[in-house]
């Protein structure tokens, strides 16, 4: 059956509800309207899912689907492209579209090369959407499905983080995963295995099947461990644990620590970084694309990577290659207080089959600076900007999860957040050049593995670049290093000395819970931090148990003080953190 | 790195490590003062309004007012002090305590005999109240909003909705009356406030500020900046009644929900940590589990009147002392255990053979009309007192003379009926 027929097919089950579809160079566009928001994602999923569909465009709407809001978005950037179109910020060889871990990758992977290069960002700082809110695991990619792009780029991806560490001195370990195996594990299929005959598959056939998926997907290392084996690598772990899998090729770091210092170091390299910096539209010469239109202008340039994440879908619309539709899937995080790191050594899972439909896997996981985070969940949503937190999934993560550290101090809880997730209908990584658009390349679609992938994604986006036509010119001067900022947290007390003598606000601790002083308050705003979370994600400052409730002013007052802004304009991420002035004084 | 040998180092330099360092000082310990902020005073630098010391010294002072008195008594006897001064590590070695401290100046090296802790409590988080919702500017706790308006003459909104109904959400919704916010709304889960009653009267009534009983914020609503928030009320249980949300457009919300110790670098140095106040075990004299480690004021339990918090440090300042002449103590501490209808209570064990009367703090877990109060070691009735009323949100203080236990072994129990 040709694709035509299959797509037909698929859509025949939903009879009655008026849904066509054209398909163009394997891309499928559906058209009509269905009843609700599953259902929207439903027939995504299913035709995206069928063999030889290089894309799904979703054009169907569902009740309630926000014209209006969707009138109004076009709209808005109508104008702003007629204001702007004719005004030109310069001109690139390559414009990056999207701040968040991919595209500063890519920006520092072109940086090595005699290229003028630019991110363009609409937020206020780097990394303020999927990226920040990820649990920061780098995977080792046995879960990644064959076959597909992520898991190539996640098993080579992985393998390449030791060296990005080193150059751009990230915080980076790798603790390993161990993957439990407890009577709750097939609990939906025990009544196909009588007896004793549960209890021996789990301990003696599964953990071998997940060997055989390691070895099929190029994992290597992966172990099974027994008895109190088990509890040597994990002390806390269920004690009903059968058996479990180690995964020696798992790490940690703190996501958005890894796009600073992606950025830094690809600034340092020449890269242009433009931050409040929207894309609303595309110059063009028949297919190819001339220049990016934003709110700050028109840049010119030879090729542009689509890098936008959950706005992928928009701006490969607006540039006229539609090839995929983003659907917004949710996931929410909680973060517990340092104290709690010694209950968790290694990424800790229990293996439960079929996966809850809210959290498809996840786990407990070791941060790089200490404290323990559960999740993530994993929810449709059908807004992008959708980061709202449903106690009720705080409280799923923190009930289902207790099974696999049943004794963990869960009243340490400090925060929980919720990030989403830039998936397409097909849910493989969509880098490829643009099918109607011969200099810009996709690099949508990054859902997780995305962050273990990143380094291989760089490289494979500029083999792509490559193919495109780009020429790569090495450049001798390449500086591939960069310095982090250094923290108090981190310092002997001779360091801490020296560098008090040299500026006394080493030793001005502005937030005592993260130990984060005003002089690392001060270099971040240096380093391009404009915003209270920008700072944060740079220094830690407010990330401890009291959330800011001491420091945020303070950090507040040295932000005003270091933009020679007023307090009451310094923001938090895209609005001011406070109205403004008492009885209308200082104004 | 400067080296300073003290009998006593003090961490915490508000109303509770002042008063404990006072104390020490006039007993004639060698003291060094430690404070992490620009000043000394605490907390109740940004408290402008009355309501101070009226048990200490008979009169309504105001925050600052309050802590000028024993600032004023620690310069006068001269003691160290060290502002800006943040401890950055604590242990024990070859029978003393070193503290390593940085400021803006040096790094110091504190070698210490004992150490009172006097860093106070924080507050409680929305997280913590597993609020849902966004996390959008806009969002504040009432002790930011204090520090604000009275420190900084900054407004956080003009359209403020508190979250709940205890001292500090009554005093800060006052306060931001007074600044000119123009709607002004407090909600609490319980059917009344619970704060003290003469903060009802001051703060919300005399100034007919809106509120509302058994109503909860459910969800904050905004992506950048605060738009609003969805309330809705609850039933005795303080579960959501369904279909009761309500949306409720706002700029700004100040969260007051309660306050919790600053214990975490206490337990990270090892000392027991007591699950019901989240402040550490203590005996009698406030010492912790940890040898020579004492621990005084909010950092205990957060207090209702900073009278209370300051008898605590003087207490233990009393402790420090005979820590330092190697007093007795009993061979086995001899227990406080929760009876009926105790939520929390501190000290948690008698230590010394002998010394003072026992002063014992302890809020009740319901309301109750013509409570007895009462001791018992064993079977004996060892102390017993009436109350027209006692509620949760009051926090009690009993004395029990030392004498009624002796050398006696076996547990106390505080009992409420």
Known sequence: MGLEGKVKKVLEKYRGRDLSFTIKDGVVFLYGQVDTYDEWIEIGLEVGKIKGVEGVVNKVVWKGFPEEKIREKEERRRKIFEENKDKTVGSYDVLIIGGGVTGTAIARELSRYKLKVAIIEKSTDIATGTTKANNGMIHSGIEAPRNTLKRRLNVKGCRMYEQWARELNFKYKMVGSVWLITPRTLEKYRKYFPGPLYTLILKYVLPYVVVLKAWLNGVPGVKVVRGSKIFELEPYAARDTLAAVYVPWTGIVEPYEVAVALAENAAKNGVEIFTNTEVVGFLKDGERVTGVVTNRGTFLCRYVVNAAGLYADEIAEMAGSPEYTIHPRRGVIVLFHKTTGSYVRHCLAEIVLPQHPRTKGGGINPTPNGNVIWGPTAVEVPDKEDVSVDPEEVQLILTKYSTILSEFPKQKLIRYFAGVRAATFTEDFVIRPAKWVPNLLHVAGIQSPGLASAPAIAEYAIEKLAEMGLELQEKPEFDPYREPIPSLRDMKPSDIEELIKKDPRWGHVVCECELVTEAEIVEAVKRGARTLDAVKRRTRAGMGECQGGRCTIKIAMIISRELGVPLSQVLKEEAPLFNGYVRGESE | ?417
């Open chain 2, 1 to 417: 790195m400067k080296e300073i040998r003290k009998d006593v180092v003090v961490v915490g330099g508000g109303p509770s490590g002042l008063a404990a360092t006072a104390k020490l000082a006039e007993l004639g310990y060698d003291v060094a003062l430690v404070e992490s902020g620009d000043e000394l005073g605490g907390i109740l630098i940004q408290c402008i309004h009355d309501g101070f010391g009226t048990k200490l010294f008979g009169k309504a002072l105001s925050g600052p007012e309050f802590a000028g008195n024993f600032i004023e008594k620690v310069r006068g006897l001269g003691t160290d002090t060290f502002l800006q001064t943040h401890v950055t590590s604590v242990e024990r070695r070859d029978g003393h305590w070193i503290l390593e401290a940085v400021s803006p100046k040096e790094v110091i090296k504190f070698i210490s005999k004992a150490i009172v802790y006097a860093t106070g409590c924080r507050e409680r988080t929305p997280f913590e109240i597993l609020l849902g919702g966004t996390r959008p500017a806009g969002v504040y706790t009432a002790g930011m909003v204090q520090r604000l308006v009275n420190l900084y003459g900054v407004l956080p909104g003009k359209r403020v909705l508190i979250v709940g109904g205890g001292d500090v959400g009554m005093i800060v919704a006052r306060h931001l009356y007074l600044e000119g916010v123009e709607d002004l709304l407090v909600v609490f889960p319980e059917p009344w406030f619970v704060g003290l009653p003469r903060n009802v009267q001051q703060c919300i009534l005399d100034f007919g500020i809106q509120f509302r009983p058994r109503t909860i914020v459910k969800e904050i609503v905004g992506k950048e900046k605060v738009k609003g928030a969805i309330l809705v009320k609850v039933d005795e249980n303080w579960r959501p009644i369904k279909g009761t949300e309500e949306f409720y457009p706002c700029d700004s919300v100040v969260f007051s929900v309660g306050l919790v110790p600053n214990a975490s670098k206490l337990e990270e140095l090892g000392a027991d940590i007591d699950p019901r106040t989240r402040g550490p075990v203590v005996n009698e004299y406030f010492e912790t589990t940890l040898k020579g480690v004492f621990a005084v004021g909010n950092l205990l339990t957060p207090f209702d009147y900073v009278d209370d918090a300051v008898e605590t440090a003087f207490i233990a300042a009393e402790g420090v002392s005979k820590f330092l002449n190697n007093e007795p103590k009993r061979e086995k501490p001899l227990p406080i255990r929760p009876g009926r209808k105790v939520r929390l209570y501190i000290p948690h064990r008698i230590e010394w053979l002998q010394g003072r009367d026992l002063t014992l703090f302890f809020r009740p877990s319901v309301e109750e009309a013509n409570a007895k109060i009462s001791l018992k070691l064993g079977d004996l009735e060892v102390y017993y007192t009436r109350r027209p009323y006692v509620r949760p949100s009051l926090l009690e203080r009993i004395v029990l003379p030392r004498d009624r236990i002796g050398e006696k072994d076996g547990e106390v129990v505080l009992d409420v009926e």
